[in-house]
């Protein structure tokens, strides 16, 4: 295995993408609490369904114009006016722009609305679109007002982009697909929070994670992953093992960290004549043999043994 060392104190976090992750988890946060509010409000008023109305569609929201903003229909729905909630069951709520455009839908099975507070909850299975990504799951709270989802359960993500070729000027579509047991959804910041036995595989990465941030593009297109915790990466014959990995897909950068000096990131060529790389911050592209590393330790095979080369950090 081919690497060029070269020594960087640079170290990448969100903070270089102009991101406040501790502003966006307490809003998390505040949600949460209007997401537990409404899971009750579900199991109360699902009580009180007699002889729901069939076939309904509703206009919830609508634009100074008169144009309908949001448009919810549902194969079966009760209206609790005094309260100002709606069970559905079988709902399909679209979202248009002011042309009459769709541009996001969400479908729910059976489910509240909240009028007062534009949210609601959705006890069974849910999917969300909006552009080129879909987010699916179960028990799901849903925020018209916010443009938030949260899945707390079986969480899926899938977005359709185009990958440009690094040989070639042409372009493919490829989709992505992440999984995890939660997510949260933040449509109008283009970021979701996937957590719990993360996958990530989009035909040439596959990472497995505690935890990832996924950004979005403003064409909702997947820009980047952030991916902590017990990270394990696969691009064909290499992996890659460390505690945090930053991956710019279009760019085709990975950077990967360790959690410490003593528990260095490590790149393993797994190809016959390959050998294994470690260090604090391993830096690579896709479509490049270099490798940037601090404090490197380079195993290389030989015919009969692996040898090191700079082992304990020595070289920097």
């Not at 919810?72 to 209206?79: E, L, N």
């Not at 004549?273 to 380079?298: C, S, Y």
């Amino acid at each position: 295995m081919r690497f060029l060392t070269i020594f960087s104190a640079a170290f990448l976090t969100l903070s270089l993408f102009a991101f406040d992750s501790a502003e966006w988890l307490a809003h998390k946060e505040m949600l949460m609490r209007e997401a537990e509010r409404l899971q009750g409000t579900y199991t109360s008023f699902s009580k009180e369904v007699k002889n729901p109305a069939e076939d309904v569609l509703v206009p919830v929201e609508t634009y100074p114009n008169g144009s309908v903003k949001t448009l919810v229909t549902a194969a079966r729905a009760q209206f609790f006016a005094k309260e100002g909630i709606v069970w559905a069951k079988d709902v399909l709520a679209k979202d248009f722009n002011e042309k009459g455009i769709n541009k996001s839908s969400l479908f729910a099975e059976n489910c509240v609305v909240d009028r007062s507070t534009k949210s609601g909850w959705v006890e069974g299975r849910a999917k969300a679109c909006h552009g080129a990504t879909e987010v699916s799951g179960s028990k799901v709270y849903v925020s018209f007002a916010e443009n938030f989802v949260m899945i707390f359960s079986d969480a899926e993500l899938f977005s359709r982009d185009v990958k440009k070729k690094s040989s070639q000027n042409s372009s493919t579509n490829a989709t992505v697909s992440v999984k995890a047991q939660k997510a949260d959804y933040d449509r109008g910041e283009g970021v979701i929070l996937m957590d719990g036995r993360v996958t990530f595989d989009d035909g040439e990465y596959s990472l497995a994670a505690d935890k990832a941030w996924v950004f979005l593009s403003g064409t909702n297109e997947l820009k980047r992953v952030v991916a902590i915790g017990s990270v394990a990466v696969t691009n064909g014959l290499k992996r890659g093992y460390c505690d945090r990995v930053l991956y710019e897909r279009n760019a085709g950068k990975v950077i990967m960290y360790a959690r410490s000096k003593t528990e260095p990131a490590r790149l393993i060529d797994t190809s016959s004549d390959g050998g294994e790389l470690e260090g604090t911050r391993i830096f690579f592209r896709t479509d490049a043999e270099q490798v940037e590393v601090d404090d490197p330790v380079i195993k290389v095979k030989t015919n009969s043994h692996v040898e090191s080369v700079f082992p304990n950090g020595r070289g920097k």
